[in-house]
């Protein structure tokens, strides 16, 4: 079915033959319908704001939507957006030739959050949180001026399981990124339809798809950062128990209320015995 037309759009143009990019190509398909079916993503006739860093997981989300578009499967309009934050050196005619290429329609956004992170965060600490409210902030700003009702963002399975151990380590809280979120203010809404694809689907597709990964010079560059740490445990649970991360992954899509400590999420106040002493030894 997901894998029986070649070269179905110019991003998928030159896909290797192979069987094993085959598969590959149709099992990201295939989760990232999931995703989107599972999670209420779809809104007829709607418009996103699909954000592109450059990096391999945007390229493979670009390309599974617009595979799912081809096919009749996603029926919106889809503008892609790079903000271009004013890292030095950043190569800031790669994606707009990339896009132009293409055929996608898209905006390229400047705004120097760079400077403002590397002057507000103080030396030794990491730029990742003001980087990403800053960016954040600019991207709601540009979909409500292009009239999109969603935000979509790159984000896959295996950053879903790092923010969960971020949070539950240093947080204090269960807690990670969510498939749809709904913003402060209500009008807007984030996607995330990469959420049950493993990171290392996107490195091998995007890499056997030869796109111009641009990488993150920012918060890339730091040491000893905390995601990096959760990152290299995985990894070791990983091979020491191949199938760890999905394993994990399928907890968080399975939680049990009653089986937590949360009294906000469960009435343990409320939870009395139906049954007797004498109703049970008459």
């Given at each position: 079915?997901?894998?029986?037309?070649?070269?179905?759009?110019?991003?998928?143009?030159?896909?290797?033959?192979?069987?094993?990019?085959?598969?590959?190509?149709?099992?990201?398909?295939?989760?990232?319908r999931?995703?989107?079916d599972?999670y209420?993503?779809?809104?007829?006739?709607?418009?996103?704001l699909?954000?592109?860093?450059?990096?391999?997981?945007?390229?493979?989300?670009?390309?599974?939507?617009?595979?799912?578009?081809?096919?009749?499967?996603?029926?919106?309009?889809?503008?892609?957006?790079?903000?271009?934050?004013?890292?030095?050196?950043?190569?800031?005619t790669?994606?707009?030739e990339?896009?132009?290429?293409?055929?996608?329609?898209?905006?390229?956004?400047?705004?120097?959050?760079?400077?403002?992170?590397?002057?507000?965060?103080?030396e030794?600490?990491?730029?990742?949180?003001?980087?990403?409210?800053?960016?954040?902030?600019?991207?709601?700003?540009?979909?409500?001026?292009?009239?999109?009702?969603?935000?979509?963002?790159?984000?896959?399975?295996?950053?879903?399981?790092?923010t969960?151990?971020?949070?539950?380590?240093?947080?204090?809280?269960?807690?990670?990124m969510?498939?749809?979120?709904?913003?402060?203010?209500?009008?807007?809404?984030?996607?995330?339809?990469?959420?049950?694809?493993?990171?290392?689907?996107?490195?091998?597709?995007?890499?056997?798809?030869?796109?111009?990964?641009?990488?993150c010079?920012?918060?890339?560059?730091?040491?000893?950062?905390?995601?990096?740490?959760?990152?290299?445990?995985?990894?070791?649970?990983?091979?020491?128990?191949?199938?760890?991360?999905?394993?994990?992954?399928?907890?968080?899509?399975n939680?049990?209320?009653?089986?937590?400590?949360?009294?906000?999420?469960?009435?343990?106040?409320?939870?009395?015995?139906?049954?007797?002493?004498?109703?049970r030894n008459?």
């Amino acid at each position: 079915m997901l894998d029986d037309i070649d070269d179905i759009h110019p991003l998928l143009a030159g896909a290797p033959k192979t069987t094993e990019f085959r598969k590959l190509r149709k099992r990201i398909v295939r989760n990232v319908r999931e995703a989107i079916d599972a999670y209420g993503m779809i809104e007829p006739g709607a418009r996103w704001l699909v954000c592109l860093s450059g990096g391999k997981d945007s390229y493979t989300l670009l390309a599974a939507l617009y595979e799912l578009q081809w096919r009749g499967l996603l029926p919106i309009d889809v503008l892609a957006c790079n903000l271009d934050q004013g890292q030095p050196g950043f190569p800031a005619t790669v994606l707009p030739e990339f896009l132009e290429q293409m055929g996608v329609p898209h905006r390229i956004e400047y705004q120097d959050t760079y400077s403002i992170v590397v002057d507000k965060v103080p030396e030794g600490r990491t730029y990742c949180a003001l980087c990403s409210r800053l960016r954040r902030g600019n991207l709601y700003r540009i979909a409500r001026e292009e009239g999109c009702s969603a935000i979509v963002l790159g984000h896959h399975r295996d950053d879903i399981l790092e923010t969960f151990f971020m949070n539950l380590f240093h947080g204090g809280r269960i807690a990670t990124m969510p498939p749809k979120l709904l913003n402060e203010e209500g009008d807007l809404l984030v996607y995330r339809p990469l959420a049950h694809v493993a990171e290392v689907d996107c490195e091998k597709f995007a890499a056997a798809m030869s796109y111009p990964i641009i990488p993150c010079d920012l918060c890339g560059s730091q040491d000893g950062l905390q995601r990096q740490q959760i990152k290299k445990m995985l990894d070791g649970w990983e091979a020491n128990s191949p199938g760890r991360r999905q394993v994990l992954f399928r907890a968080l899509t399975n939680v049990r209320p009653s089986h937590m400590l949360d009294p906000a999420l469960f009435d343990f106040p409320g939870l009395t015995a139906t049954r007797t002493r004498d109703d049970r030894n008459p």
